[in-house]
């Protein structure tokens, strides 16, 4: 059964205290993997799309990578701001159906 | 931002009525999705479309249907409302990419 597992479920950071969230996957022939932002009240936001082990993306402080089992969002000297919910998703096969992690939540204290 | 609303952005409705939901786009993407996020849960796909009038049962469809007449507009129909169905809904679109992106969602709650 195709699976997403985000890890941690909650993390707190002061401000500039680098961290990474982890995204881990079993799924039948990856088509893609994705990150999304979510702001409270809000919906999803894209932010990445990587398609291969290796890949990496990059925009402001944060970084994604993908191996074959997990992908990885750096977050690099964070701010308040980048406080919110970071979901991770998977595509499996040519619907574009994608399967959701339960997201790791981000606080960034000044 | 993508041009996707949703309507109504809130609403209130006693179990046994009927309610529709409304995504509609203004970017020509031939795929829609529907989703509803719960504590716990997370993000489940309910039902989905990959073009006028054909669309797809996703994860979690039971007691849901859709419709799609137009490429712009995407309904979601509780035939029945049930408490269960309380959630936040959110219409997704995306293009041949599969780059999905979603509107600002409608918070149902069934009384």
């Known amino acids: 059964e195709d699976q997403v597992t985000q890890s941690p479920e909650a993390l707190r950071l002061q401000e500039g205290e680098s961290s990474s969230l982890n995204c881990s996957y079993t799924?039948?022939?990856?088509?893609?993997l994705f990150w999304y932002r979510q702001d409270p009240g809000k919906g999803p936001e894209f932010l990445f799309t990587?398609?291969?082990a290796g890949e990496e993306k990059e925009k402001e402080r944060l970084k994604a990578t993908l191996t074959k089992k997990e992908s990885f969002l750096h977050i690099t000297a964070p701010k308040p701001e980048d406080s919110a919910t970071y979901l991770c998703?998977?595509?499996?096969?040519?619907?574009?159906?994608?399967?959701f992690g339960q997201g790791t939540t981000l606080q960034v204290k000044p | 931002d993508a041009g996707i609303t949703q309507s109504p952005r809130h609403k209130v409705t006693e179990t046994g009525t009927p309610v529709t939901l409304r995504c509609h786009q203004t970017?020509?993407?031939?795929?829609m999705y529907w989703y509803r996020q719960d504590p716990g849960h997370g993000l489940r796909l309910i039902h989905y479309?990959?073009?006028?009038?054909?669309?797809d049962k996703g994860e979690v469809s039971d007691g849901y249907s859709v419709s799609r007449s137009k490429t712009e507009d995407f309904l979601l129909t509780l035939e029945s409302a049930t408490s269960s169905q309380t959630s936040v809904y959110f219409c997704?679109?995306?293009?041949?990419?599969?780059?999905?992106?979603f509107g600002p969602g409608t918070r149902l709650t069934v009384t």
């Open positions: 997704a679109i995306s293009d041949y990419s599969y780059e999905q992106y």
């Open positions: 799924v039948s022939g990856l088509r893609g």
């Open positions: 990587l398609y291969s």
């Open positions: 998703a998977v595509q499996a096969g040519n619907t574009g159906k994608l399967i």
């Open positions: 970017e020509n993407h031939r795929y």
């Open positions: 479309s990959y073009g006028v009038k054909d669309t």
